[in-house]
C-alpha cells in the first residue's frame, strides 16, 4: 500500500500549555488590581476612666450609664446636676434625648463617655453607642469613650 504509513502520530500540546498559562497568569494580575480590599468607615471607641475631663474643665459633657434596669443620662461640667433616667430598652428615646441636650447647649463637647455595668450585655453597649452617635437629624457624640462599672 502506498502512501498509508502504520505509525501513530501524537497531538503536540505544548502550544496550548503555555497559551493556558500566560492566560492564567494575565487573569490572576487583572484580578489582583480589580479586587481591593476596602475600608470600612469605622470609629472605634476608645477606653478611659468615667467623666468628662479635668475637673477645671467647665465644657458641658454627658455620660451614659447603662444598668440592667436601665439607661441613665448624666451631665457633667456645665452640665453639672443635670440627670435623666430611661427604660431599658429605650433607644430611641436616648437619641432623641440626646440630640435635646445637644440642642440645647451648643457648646456641649463633642464626645460621650458611656459606662456600663460589668453584667450588662455587649449588645446593649453597642445598642446605646449606635444611638449616641447618630439620629435621624444626623450626628451627634461622634467620640465616645467606654468605661467599665465593677459590681461584685
Known amino acids: 500500500m502506498a502512501g498509508g504509513g502504520g505509525g501513530t502520530e501524537e497531538l503536540n500540546l505544548v502550544p496550548y500549555l503555555d ?7 494575565f487573569m490572576v494580575v487583572v484580578t489582583a488590581y480589580l479586587v481591593q480590599l ?3 468607615p469605622i470609629m472605634a471607641p476608645s477606653y478611659g476612666p468615667g467623666g468628662g475631663g ?5 465644657k458641658p459633657y454627658l455620660t451614659v450609664a447603662i444598668t440592667n434596669n436601665a439607661i441613665q ?3 457633667g461640667g456645665k452640665a453639672q446636676g443635670m440627670e435623666q433616667t430611661l427604660g431599658k430598652d429605650d433607644y430611641a428615646g436616648l437619641a432623641a434625648q ?5 440642642t440645647a ?3 456641649m463637647a463633642e464626645s460621650l463617655v458611656v459606662t456600663a455595668d460589668n453584667q450588662v450585655p455587649y449588645k446593649d453597649v453597642v445598642r446605646v453607642m449606635d444611638a449616641a452617635r447618630n439620629d435621624k437629624a444626623g450626628s451627634l457624640f461622634p467620640n465616645i469613650t467606654l468605661s467599665v462599672t465593677v459590681s461584685k
Open 105 to 107: 447647649m451648643p457648646d
Open 19 to 25: 497559551i493556558m498559562v500566560n492566560l492564567i497568569m
Open 38 to 40: 476596602k475600608e470600612a
Open 73 to 75: 443620662v448624666v451631665g
Open 98 to 102: 440626646l440630640r435635646a441636650l445637644k
Open 54 to 58: 479635668s475637673s477645671g474643665e467647665q
